[in-house]
């Protein structure tokens, strides 16, 4: 705990929470700084949470809070799950800043503070080992949120805000309920303390216990929006701007990774081994099947993109529940690729709609709001047309398409595929026969709306002018969607990494040893 | 004393729910703070409800006559989140109200 290379675990949480307080310290004015700021931030968290996933290729890295030993400190834990995810949050955040950066930034006021603190957030909640730690973090990114949502202002994204607002609330109550009850039956809320515990045989509190993780699930799920505590999504998702839904597509992930992250190590093997295993399976199959007649029913491809985003959570959840380990690295794999193509999809559907209606790009977006009178001399990066932007648009289009839709050649398709041929190297029960019907069903379901969405948006003459695309929303996409094809032409390697994840996953004990030292019983 | 608090839970959670499903925005935040009241309690009593035992541990004490301390702390952190967020969407009720011309939830009056 000397050397400066030990420190890195702690920088994904601090740099974005310092850089963000500088924002604050800046005049509104000056938007080009403090772009530049954010930017150098966000790559820099790239670049660590490269490292740290480099690092934590063999064994997970423990990094302890004031040096106070876990379980009385906190601690963060970089393994590989947590590292994949924080690699993902980087990518995603990278592009979406990018994006932001163009225009989308000027919208209102402190989105690099907002931005960056919600970064914060999400590394914090893939890091930290504590439970209530882990609700601290939930509630910074959750308000970071409200205040992205509600970026760029105008009517339809207030009445959207308030419902997020008021359902994510609740569910913060939920979380609580669920730790309080943890910690008045367990008395810790270490994770690793709490699967050490479990470990052993079942006390008389058993029960409370269960139920506490059953309502702390609840607050999870609402988070990853599963059937049927996620209708609060598609309405929300849709009318945050561009950049923002971009960089929620991660924040319904975090639930994902919570729930997966818990019941491997609580439920994974000991005296409440398998515990809402049943639950996980049929909430996910219902979460993709309403996801995808959400999708079918879309009229606009920003509501597409978020059922999206809800078949992805639910895919995940359903292979969690079916209890499969091959299955559950095929799903990592897709998580990863689903996340970017759902974040690239709400990019173009922006580009797109900017050129459906010419009057609302410009009148919409910054309307009724703050707009710095000192800013104007600025060029404005949208005017400046490149050469064949709908065919760049249209390319783009495509690969979300087959992305999403788990389509071959693409990383989507060999996800999906890594999950049924997993469940089929075991017993094909009727359970997986439903789960592979239920998602065969949904690549259909998905790939349907988005193709009558294209055809709109690309064939289909209209009036107007064609959509343009400047450099920097053009560079957001492009990285976006060369990460989508790296997945893909590595995706044997990738598949690699999420099936050493899943062999470390399911050795609970291994994390506890990590955590606790080895002189723990 | 256990029943007083638990009766004072339920009738603080029993309210904020009735409260949440109402349609004029300023009752939804009446019953979110009520029912942040009630899940506070929650945390406390998680800690086992003890007379006379205080959360300081001093040199020589005796664990058994000590309360624990980490629940407390626990509803200061809960504490202040909700009262931040409670604020926050406030403001953004206010935000609503101004906008749409109407406190209801939907954002319109019903039938208009």
């Known amino acids: 705990m000397s050397a400066a290379s030990d420190h890195l675990a702690v920088l994904p949480i601090v740099l974005p929470i310092a850089a963000s307080g500088l924002m604050l310290l800046l005049d509104e004015r000056r938007s080009r700084l403090k772009a530049a700021i954010s930017l150098a931030t966000t790559t820099a968290l790239l670049a660590t949470a490269l490292a740290l996933a480099w690092g934590a290729m063999d064994a997970p890295q423990v990094y302890r809070l004031g040096n106070w030993v876990a379980p009385y400190g906190i601690v963060l834990v970089v393994d590989r799950l947590s590292a994949m995810m924080l690699v993902l949050t980087g990518v995603l955040g990278l592009a979406a800043l990018v994006f932001a950066v163009a225009r989308w930034d000027r919208a209102g006021p402190r989105f690099h503070a907002l931005f960056l603190l919600l970064l914060m957030g999400v590394n914090g909640a893939f890091l930290t080992g504590d439970l209530f730690n882990l609700f601290v973090f939930f509630e910074v990114m959750l308000a970071a949120s409200y205040g992205l949502v509600l970026h760029g202002s105008g009517e339809a994204?207030?009445?959207?805000?308030?419902?997020?607002?008021?359902?994510?609330?609740?569910?913060?109550?939920?979380?609580?309920?669920?730790?309080?009850?943890?910690?008045?039956?367990?008395?810790?809320?270490?994770?690793?303390?709490?699967?050490?515990?479990?470990?052993?045989?079942?006390?008389?509190?058993?029960?409370?216990?269960?139920?506490?993780?059953?309502?702390?699930?609840?607050?999870?799920?609402?988070?990853?929006?599963?059937?049927?505590?996620?209708?609060?999504?598609?309405?929300?998702?849709?009318?945050?701007?561009?950049?923002?839904?971009?960089?929620?597509?991660?924040?319904?992930?975090?639930?994902?990774?919570?729930?997966?992250?818990?019941?491997?190590?609580?439920?994974?093997?000991?005296?409440?081994?398998?515990?809402?295993?049943?639950?996980?399976?049929?909430?996910?199959?219902?979460?993709?099947?309403?996801?995808?007649?959400?999708?079918?029913?879309?009229?606009?491809?920003?509501?597409?993109?978020?059922?999206?985003?809800?078949?992805?959570?639910?895919?995940?959840?359903?292979?969690?529940?079916?209890?499969s380990r091959p299955a559950l690295s095929g799903a990592l794999f897709y998580l990863v690729g689903s996340t970017l193509a759902a974040g690239a999809l709400f990019l173009l559907a922006e580009i797109l709609q900017r050129g459906r209606?010419?009057?609302?790009?410009?009148?919409?977006?910054?309307?009724?709001?703050?707009?710095?009178?000192?800013?104007d001399e600025g060029a404005s990066e949208t005017g400046r047309a490149i050469p064949a932007a709908v065919a760049i648009v249209g390319g783009g289009f495509l690969l979300c398409t087959?992305?999403?839709?788990?389509?071959?050649?693409?990383?989507?398709?060999?996800?999906?595929?890594?999950?049924?041929?997993?469940?089929?190297?075991?017993?094909?029960?009727?359970?997986?026969?439903?789960?592979?019907?239920?998602?065969?069903?949904?690549?259909?379901?998905?790939?349907?709306?988005?193709?009558?969405?294209?055809?709109?948006?690309?064939?289909?003459?209209?009036?107007?002018?064609?959509?343009?695309?400047?450099?920097?929303?053009?560079?957001?996409?492009?990285?976006?969607?060369?990460?989508?094809?790296?997945?893909?032409?590595?995706?044997?390697?990738?598949?690699?990494?999420?099936?050493?994840?899943?062999?470390?996953?399911?050795?609970?004990?291994?994390?506890?040893?990590a955590v606790l030292g080895g002189g723990a019983p | 004393m256990e029943i007083v608090l638990s009766l004072g839970i339920g009738l603080f959670a029993a309210s904020g729910v009735w409260l949440l499903l109402r349609p004029r925005t300023f009752q939804v935040v009446l019953g979110l703070s009520l029912l942040t009241y009630a899940v506070n309690l929650f945390i406390f009593a998680m800690g086992r409800l003890r007379v006379g035992a205080p959360p300081v541990l001093e040199a020589g004490a005796d664990a058994a006559r000590i309360a624990d301390p980490v629940p407390q702390a626990l509803v200061l952190t809960a504490l202040v989140i909700s009262f931040a967020l409670t604020a926050l969407f406030l403001v953004v009720l206010l935000a609503a109200r101004g906008i749409t011309g109407s406190d209801h939830v939907d954002g319109r009056e019903p039938g208009a």
């Open chain 1, 157 to 323: 994204r207030i009445r959207a805000g308030l419902t997020y607002i008021a359902v994510n609330l609740i569910a913060s109550l939920f979380f609580l309920v669920g730790v309080s009850l943890i910690y008045g039956t367990m008395g810790t809320l270490n994770m690793a303390d709490l699967a050490r515990r479990l470990s052993g045989p079942a006390g008389p509190e058993a029960g409370l216990f269960e139920a506490g993780c059953a309502v702390l699930g609840i607050a999870f799920l609402i988070k990853c929006s599963a059937w049927p505590l996620g209708f609060w999504l598609a309405p929300t998702y849709a009318a945050a701007s561009a950049p923002a839904a971009a960089i929620l597509a991660i924040l319904s992930k975090v639930g994902v990774y919570v729930v997966a992250r818990l019941s491997l190590l609580l439920f994974g093997t000991g005296a409440s081994a398998g515990f809402g295993q049943g639950w996980l399976l049929a909430g996910g199959l219902a979460t993709v099947a309403y996801g995808t007649i959400g999708i079918l029913a879309a009229r606009d491809l920003t509501r597409a993109a978020a059922y999206a985003v809800m078949i992805s959570s639910g895919t995940v959840l359903a292979a969690l529940g079916t209890g």
């Open chain 1, 357 to 375: 209606d010419p009057a609302a790009a410009s009148l919409a977006v910054f309307a009724d709001e703050y707009r710095d009178p000192f800013d």
């Open chain 1, 402 to 513: 087959l992305m999403l839709a788990g389509l071959p050649p693409l990383a989507g398709f060999v996800g999906k595929l890594a999950m049924f041929s997993g469940l089929a190297a075991g017993a094909m029960t009727p359970v997986a026969w439903g789960f592979v019907l239920v998602l065969t069903l949904s690549s259909l379901g998905t790939l349907m709306p988005l193709v009558r969405l294209g055809i709109q948006g690309f064939w289909v003459p209209h009036e107007g002018p064609d959509p343009v695309i400047g450099r920097l929303e053009f560079t957001a996409l492009a990285g976006l969607l060369a990460v989508c094809l790296g997945l893909t032409l590595w995706g044997g390697a990738g598949l690699a990494y999420t099936d050493r994840t899943v062999a470390w996953l399911a050795q609970p004990d291994a994390y506890v040893r």
